[in-house]
């Protein structure tokens, strides 16, 4: 609800300042989805966190790999604890051996998953930084554009919060998108690769 007022209230303030300089108002409109997904920054950001994904997904297996191997010998000490091939004494030393494995496996396990749970959090606070980062450049280079196409106002087409209807006819987004893949390196990763990063290691 509080959204939604805002969100009238935003509208409410666009239409008045429209309306007060309609005679000197230029307006120009820009996909801010389109721009972000279609910025090679973007891609790179994309690249470089699937990289980091993919190095927590080896650390947390091997971690997984080093538990399943303490179980397996945490069963195979309990089964010689068992054993009445063995002698007393023995069979002793197994079960302490066996106890002190469980608590190497509870220690281990409780490991892993707070490793996780950091891994998830630092891709997450790593996803919102480059996102963050880049929708600074980006709106910096529709200010750009903007100032030099003579614009006052300019909204964004890739979200109908505010806008209700938007010609094509002063969009700049392609303008604003060829600006800002100007210094594109030539082997970047190839478009159409939004960045949608999931922390999910599973």
Known sequence: MKKFCLTIL?????????????ADSKVATVDMKKLFNGYYKTKLAQSSLETRKTELRKEIKDM?????????DYKQLLDQANDQALSAD?????K???????????GSRSAIEQFQRQAESQLADQSQRMSGNLVTEIQKAVSDKAKAGGFT???NSGSNEV???????????AGVLAQL????PV??????VPLNISTNLQ
């Open 187 to 192: 082997d970047v990763i190839p478009s159409g």
């Open 163 to 173: 806008v209700v209807f938007a010609s094509d006819a002063n969009d700049i987004t």
């Open 64 to 72: 997984a790999d080093g538990l399943e191997k303490a179980q397996t």
């Open 90 to 94: 023995e069979r002793d030393k197994r």
């Open 153 to 155: 106002v300019v909204l």
């Open 181 to 184: 893949n100007a210094g594109q």
């Open 10 to 22: 935003t509208a409410a303030i666009l239409a008045a300042s429209l309306s007060a300089n309609a």
């Open 96 to 106: 302490q051996s066996a106890a002190d494995k469980a608590k190497e496996i509870a």
